[in-house]
């Protein structure tokens, strides 16, 4: 596959998951650990208002490209790939994404940099990218957030915050990167 890329245009390959997860202000109960027989206190509130991220993760070189956004739709979609075809321009994306109906991809431009690849149908345990939103809404549980831009700051820290490496142990399946790298 490598051989057959532009060279002058495409200076590496990677491969990413992608995926989108909704957070809110609505309190997540979770497990905690307290003293025997003491019954644990959480804050909760009952608000809907949601956000999204958007997420490429890498499970090669622990890369990602996160963006925070309200909502998901195809058009949507379409401009968070424009966005990630913008990071790292000389890189071509092969971008593992599920059969959610707003990846349709009939109606959208694909940039260029960027080669979708479909897991099958109902199969999430495919797509690694599941894992690290489990990893952020492990984190998520148990903790009230005022307003949404309190949320989205501490999104925004807990994605930062996140390593390669970390990113890379959360990703990373025998089967994915030794069939990427066998077949560059």
């Known amino acids: 596959m490598r051989l057959s890329l532009n060279k002058d245009k495409y200076e590496v390959v990677n491969l990413y998951f992608q995926d989108e997860s909704r957070f809110g202000l609505m309190t997540h109960l979770g497990k905690c ?4 027989g ?3 206190i ?4 009952h608000k809907f208002k ?5 997420g490429s993760y890498s499970p090669i070189n622990g890369d990602n490209f996160v963006w925070e956004i ?3 739709d195809t058009a949507i979609f379409e401009a968070y790939l424009k966005q990630f075809s913008k990071y790292k321009p000389k ?3 092969i971008v593992v994404i599920d059969n959610a109906g707003f990846h349709s991809t009939k109606n959208i431009t694909v940039p260029d940099n960027i080669f979708l690849l479909r897991i099958p149908p109902y199969a999430p345990e495919l797509n690694p990218c599941e894992q690290v939103w489990q990893y952020i809404k492990n ?19 807990s994605v930062n915050n996140m390593s390669n490496d970390l990113i ?3 990703t990373s399946n025998y089967h994915y990167t030794n069939a990427f790298n066998t077949t560059l």
Do not use: C
Not at 50 to 54: E, F, G, K, P, Q
């Open 38 to 40: 003491v019954k644990p």
């Open 33 to 36: 650990l307290t003293a025997k």
């Open 168 to 170: 890379k142990s959360i």
């Open 139 to 157: 984190r998520y549980k148990n903790q009230r957030f005022e307003t949404m831009e309190s949320l989205k700051k501490w999104l925004h820290n």
């Open 50 to 54: 949601t956000t999204y991220l958007y």
């Open 91 to 93: 890189e071509y994306k």
């Open 70 to 72: 309200n909502g998901v």
């Open 42 to 45: 959480v804050n909760f509130q």
